[in-house]
């Protein structure tokens, strides 16, 4: 592991100009490309005390061996720089994205004699018609098959063509209706044109008068008496239908663009693109991204335009739609136009039709994302090496099998939850989970509070073990009801939200009550760092560890709980009401005398003779009422958080 100070450029030695810079290994090899607007100011942040950078950057910079740049004119010629030395030198620090092959196209080749329906990728070439992107070239083929119905344009290599005039005799898709056949002349070379350019038409969205000279046709053939064609323009119709359900209108005026997402966590990315062409959504790619590098969303979002675009200039649009716009948006935008050659709209829609669809594209990359997450922590090869893994590097004398994690939620000291989720073989177990109201802590102290917690947790396990006999305490089963007791089984390891603080108040509460079976770490969320009970330095796994993954679903899971129980908490706080204190009052009395007196101000003001007058309430209840009340006439008045309504006056 190299020092970056052996490396490290004199201040002066490195130009204010922008440019594209390189690190290197000992081995000569490009482990990271970047770009920047002012070389030493950029390059300048890599050499600071590598105890403050980002893990993954203090692992790149104590990896790499040297550094050398190259001074371009501009932004836009770094970031043209970037990329190419990205794909050239494939550096294992910086982000990639695992799909970058260019785009498939359905191009139509109107340049030739005779047009040909064919797949295409790569750059453009004159004289051909292309439609797309679209996905994958499977869709352009289904899409294809279904309209060589209606419009059987040729579809054969110029090989196949040639000979089957040789021959004089037609492919398999002549005889099926398939392909008109122009190869041994059953159509002409105009009226086979005529086919392409109706096929074209079609594409391009005129969709509408095919149909309608479909539906006029199949009538007259009816009405003629010719079933047989009347069917067969039926068929064609419904073939027409089907290529368009694939491609619903979602954007007016035939708008052309790209619609991209994010969602996110710590370590990996899902990417969704919606590919837009004439309104209709063309086609959809997702890739799942491992965060190699320290990036922001504005980062990924750079990094991803870059290598889409780049592999496929041509792919360009005229509006790409992002959730959040790159550091250098002018200098990208710059970059799109140039290879587009005209104007590119790159921006983040706030409303309308586009954030409705951008929103869509949103909720496909989160479900991609989760997909993923499932897959893998659902495959048990995986879970088997996360678990060995945190044995290795937290020293620990088992395999964690059961492994429960803390969190605490509250809201400026209010209202202090807490929660417990419990992973047994790297799989959530539900019935297993527990919340917490924390209580006896004043103030807001996050030590105080985990400790109450984790005090509270074993103690019922030291209590539980207690009364138990030796087969109950091995079953956890409880002496009297026979069911599986709450905190029957304790953990191989707990893992607390949080850093070195947090670690230290679970550490005193596991040895106030003699607990030393149990392993305890802390789990970082800024830098994803895991702390071991009084180590100076935190143990740092590896971006790629399936044990990190582990801890880092573990910790998610406890803080979604957490919050959960949180919110239901302050909202059945704050839309509370002293009524709710009155002995015998349940929900629908509760309910009458607000809508009797209208607030609960005049209810306040009421007498009970008043108040007993209201259906369903007695004397007594409401002498209770009116005794409730009169020691709450200062009280905060009870505001509803979903609506904004004041409850109490």
């Known amino acids: 592991m190299a020092d970056p100070s052996t490396y490290r450029p004199a201040p002066g030695e490195i130009p204010v100009e922008p440019g594209v810079y390189r690190f290197r290994d000992e081995h000569g090899r490009v482990i990271y490309v970047g770009k920047a607007k002012s070389l030493r100011q950029r390059l300048s942040s890599y050499f600071q005390d590598v105890s403050a950078l ?35 030198y494939d550096p294992r620090f910086n ?14 080749t109107m340049g030739e004699d005779f047009p040909r329906v064919q797949v295409m990728r ?61 190869c041994v002349g059953r159509v002409s070379e105009q009226e086979h044109r005529e086919l392409a350019e109706d096929f ?34 039926r068929d064609d119709i419904g073939a027409l239908n089907r290529a368009l359900e694939k491609s619903a209108v979602v954007l007016a005026d035939a708008t052309d663009a790209d619609v991209f997402a994010l969602a996110e966590d710590e370590l990996e990315a899902a990417v969704q693109v919606f590919h837009v062409r004439g309104g209709r ?39 790409v739609l992002v959730p959040a716009l790159p550091r250098d948006s002018a200098e990208v935008a710059a970059w799109l136009e140039g290879m587009r050659g005209s104007r590119v709209d790159l921006r983040v829609p706030r409303r309308g039709d586009k954030r409705a669809l951008l929103e869509t594209v949103e909720r496909n990359a989160g479900q991609a994302l989760n997909l993923h997450k499932t897959r893998r922590g659902g495959d048990l090869t995986t879970r088997s090496l996360a678990l ?84 109950e305490i ?76 582990l801890l880092q679903r573990v910790r998610d899971e406890a803080h979604r709980f957490a919050i959960t129980f949180h919110r239901q908490r302050r909202s059945k706080a704050m839309t509370s009401s002293a009524l709710d204190a009155v002995p015998g009052l349940g929900p629908t009395r509760r309910k009458a005398l607000l809508k009797q007196f209208g607030s609960l101000k005049r209810i306040r003001a009421a007498e009970a003779a008043e108040i007993a007058a209201v259906p369903g309430i007695g004397p007594a209840t409401a002498q209770a009422v009116v005794d409730a009340l009169a020691g709450t006439s200062g009280a905060t008045p009870a505001v509803n958080l979903t609506t904004g309504e004041v409850l109490d006056d």
């Open 122 to 182: 790569g750059a453009k070439r004159k004289g051909t018609r292309y439609f797309g992107p679209y996905a994958h070239a499977w869709a352009i083929r289904e899409t294809v098959d279904l309209l060589l119905r209606v419009f059987p344009v040729r579809t054969c290599s110029s090989g196949v063509f040639r000979r089957a005039g040789q021959v004089g005799r037609p492919c398999l898709l002549g005889y099926i209706g398939k392909c008109s056949a122009p």
């Open 281 to 319: 959504i063309r086609g959809q790619r997702g890739w799942v991204v491992e965060k190699v590098e320290d990036v922001g969303t504005d980062d990924l979002v750079e990094h991803l335009l870059q290598q889409v675009y780049g592999a496929s200039p041509e792919a360009v649009p005229r509006e």
């Open 474 to 549: 091995a079953q956890g089963i409880d002496p009297e009801t026979g069911r599986p007791q709450k905190f029957a089984y304790p953990p191989q390891l707990v893992v607390v939200d949080g850093g070195p603080p947090q670690v230290a108040a679970a550490a005193r509460a596991l040895d106030a009550l003699g607990i030393e079976e149990v392993s305890l770490v802390g789990l970082a969320k800024r830098l994803e760092e895991v702390w071991l009970p009084g180590d100076d330095h935190p143990v740092i796994l590896p971006r790629s560890s399936e044990g990190l993954y």
């Open 200 to 233: 074209c038409d079609f594409m391009a969205g005129n969709t509408g008068r095919f149909v309608r000279r479909l539906e006029h046709e199949m009538k007259q053939a009816a009405n003629e008496q010719e079933y047989e064609r009347a069917a067969r323009l």
């Open 54 to 88: 980002h893990p993954r950057t203090h692992t790149m910079v104590t990896t790499a061996a040297s550094v050398e740049w190259t001074v371009v004119a501009n932004e836009v010629e770094a970031l043209q720089l970037e990329y190419s030395w990205i794909k050239e």
């Open 388 to 471: 060995k893994e945190l044995q290795d590097a937290l020293d620990l004398p088992d395999a964690p099998l059961r492994i429960e994690c803390y969190d605490v939620s509250n809201l400026q000291g209010t209202e202090v939850v807490a929660s417990m989720v419990v992973f047994e073989d790297g799989l959530p177990r539900k019935s297993e989970y527990r919340r917490f109201s924390v209580r006896g802590t004043e103030g807001q102290d996050d030590t105080a509070w985990m400790n109450e917690v984790i005090t509270r947790r074993f103690r019922r396990y030291l209590d539980e073990r207690a009364e138990a006999s030796d087969v």
């Open 95 to 108: 982000v990639k994205y695992r799909d970058d092959k260019s785009y498939p196209y359905l191009a139509v």
